[in-house]
């Protein structure tokens, strides 16, 4: 299964107007939802995998990656922790997606290094939720 890209965030050459955005989503509707809310503010490259995200990885370094938890194969946290392990890619903040909300899944997932942990469905404005993602991308060290 190849990785999805969006149309209009990779032409030839990848157009830099806005920051870049890698959602790692296993499920259609909600990368689609997320990814209509990102566009907002972000051209978005898409993985229906973490050994999607891990290939797409290779040729682009995202200003921010939006991660599933529950991923068929390797799941987040395991891409979360080559992620942060990469010189090349550790510092890209991360943000954990799932529809777990138990203190012990988020405090492994931060233990893993992600940034922000979101849990699924999105009930925060949409808009409000593209701004504070923004502003977590642009502190991109």
């Known amino acids: 299964m190849s990785p999805h890209i969006q149309a209009s965030a990779l032409p030839t050459a990848r157009r830099k107007t806005m920051p870049l955005a890698l959602l790692v989503e296993d499920n259609a509707i909600n990368r689609k939802l997320m990814r209509d809310i990102l566009a907002i503010r972000f051209d978005v490259l898409e993985a ?10 290779e040729n682009d ?6 991660v599933d938890l529950q991923l068929p ?5 395991a891409l979360m922790r080559c992620v942060k392990e990469s010189v090349r890619t550790a510092a890209i903040p991360v ?4 529809a777990h909300a138990m203190p012990e899944d988020i405090d492994q997932a931060m233990a893993c290094g992600c940034a922000e942990y979101v849990t699924k469905p999105l009930i925060e404005d949409p808009f409000a939720f593209v701004d504070r993602m923004a502003r977590l991308a642009s502190s991109r060290s």
């Open 73 to 77: 194969g390797m799941d987040g946290l």
């Open 48 to 57: 229906e995998s973490a050994e999607n995200a891990l290939q797409l990885l």
């Open 95 to 98: 943000v954990a997606i799932s």
């Open 61 to 66: 370094i995202p200003d921010l990656m939006l």
